[in-house]
Every structure is written in C-alpha cells, then in structure tokens.
Nanobody, 117 residues
C-alpha cells in the first residue's frame, strides 16, 4: 500500500522556520522524483521544490529561503523553510513521481502551514 505522510506543519510567526517531513512507503522511493507543492486558499496548486537524479529545483518565490533534501535510507523527503512570510501560508503536499514508469505518481494528504503574527 502506497503512503505519503506529511508532518511538521503548524503556525509560525513571520521570519520563523519550519521543517516539513514526508515519509513514504509502498514504492521504490529512490527511483522517484520527490516534490513539495502548496495550495493557498483560492489559488492553484504550485510547485515549491523538487529533488531527484541528483538535482534540485525551486520556485523563484522560495529560492534562498527553502531547502529540499531527501534521505533514501529513511524513505523521507524534507523541506526546510526559513524566513517564512505570510504569503507562504498554504497546505503543503508531498508528491512522488516515478522516473521509470511514465505517469505514475503519488500524493500525500497535505499539511497546513500558517505564517501569521
């Protein structure tokens, strides 16, 4: 059974930090590009960061503030978020996309991040 379980969300003041985790199971984690997406109220879901094949990429809005990393031994991907802004408020989702099977992808259930004073 495939599972992606996000954790680490919460309420933080502007300028603060949070670390999100996504624990994966039920698929060959190391063969997947892992990504973080977010969706704010009334907005479309957007890519925040991705990691796979030795490369990372970030949305322009988070470059220099967020860092994505993965631990293949623990089947976990992380998103370290620093210098948080109110506009970072959203539900953050973890996604795994197969590098082997075209079109195969899995999503987590999301974790809420709220940046507010």
């Amino acid at each position: 059974q495939v599972q992606l379980v996000e954790s680490g969300g919460g309420l933080v003041q502007p300028g603060g930090s949070l670390r999100l985790s996504c624990a994966a199971s039920g698929f060959a984690f190391s063969n997947y590009v892992m990504s973080w997406y977010r969706q704010a109220p009334g907005k479309e879901r957007e890519l925040v960061a991705a990691i796979g094949g030795g490369a990372t990429n970030y949305a322009d809005s988070v470059k220099g503030r967020f860092t994505i990393s993965r631990d293949n031994a623990k089947n976990t991907v992380y998103l370290q978020m620093n210098s948080l802004k109110p506009e970072d408020t959203a539900v953050y989702y973890c996604k795994g996309r197969s590098r082997v099977v075209v079109g195969r992808e899995y999503w987590g259930q999301g974790t809420q991040v709220t940046v507010s004073s």
